[in-house]
């Protein structure tokens, strides 16, 4: 393995839908990096291109749809060019993934011992006896109780969070470097939420893994995460530190986001949606996509793309009021 911090490097990635009405472009130009050891958040509405990003770094989405342009660099390989055989023997082993569901991820005619064997089997070279004493160590690691029992019943005779455990359980039981998360705690009440979030956490810590959490949600990743990455229609609007991003947030779309969070005890206060619908994916705009949900939307941001600003060392967004607070700053400090 490289010995660089680097672990995942995304270089302009884009992916479409190629459907009946027209192309779909759910991935336009994204790039991010992920380094060894840590936990990259991906936050956004429905629709803005969090599951299709992390499809699109397995090689797992479905047709019509194809990534376009791009590079996922993993250790410095570009793995868009891995032959078939090659990633099937990649996922799982290298990068592993966490499906939003855990009910329907799992098959309901076998038992978890079957399936969660199975992964195993298929990316190790270990005997019988070992792939079923590694299967019982992984339900272990994850919590799950009576291990033994767990792995002779069926997907239904479990809860939900006992699934989700299962399914945690088959994602690790390969030691990937890289575990991605897309919606892990959607279906799941509050309190087994936490559970979840706390056992990724530990798992994280004591494995050494990187992590790719993809939620809708900014409070379920504002604790855990390194750096968080906003998006919309398909772009990078915002990346940067969890501090950054809800201290001192930089696009408009951004606030949005966190004004619409509950806040602990305001059972009488309204939330604050943000305006309007997402931008239709065929027909983008040629400035801002957010440009007609947003406030203080500009002459500019109509007619052309918004630049990245870099707002410090750890934090980026991009948005043409940050470019024009920095030449009101510069115009105010002439004047001075």
Known sequence: MSETT????????????FTNSGEVKAINGISFSLDRGKILGIVGESGSGKS???YSLLR?????????????LFNGEDILTYSTQKMHSFRGSRISMIFQDPMTSLNPVYTIGNQL?????????RTREQVHARALEMLTLVGVNEPEKRLKQYPHELSGGMRQRVMIAMALACEPDILIADEP??????????QILELMQ????????????ITHDLGVIADICDEIIVMYAGRVCERGTADEIFYNPCHEYTKGLIRSIPTFGSTHEKLTPIAGNPVDLLKLPSGCAFASRCDRAM?????????????????IAAC???????????KEGQDQ
């Open 52 to 54: 299709v990003t992390a």
């Open 117 to 125: 064997r199975e992964a195993i089997r298929i990316h190790t070279d």
């Open 185 to 194: 705690t959607t279906a799941l009440d509050v309190t087994i939420q936490a």
């Open 60 to 72: 797992i989405l479905t047709d019509p749809g194809r990534v376009t342009a791009g590079q996922v």
């Open 202 to 213: 530990e798992l994280q810590h004591k494995l050494g893994m990187a992590i790719i959490m």
């Open 320 to 330: 043409w009021v940050n470019v024009k607070n920095v030449y009101d700053e510069a």
């Open 6 to 17: 680097t672990l995942l490097q995304v270089n302009d990635l884009h992916t479409s839908f």
């Open 299 to 315: 002459k500019i941001c109509l007619s052309d793309p918004p630049e990245e600003i870099r707002v410090n060392e750890n934090h």
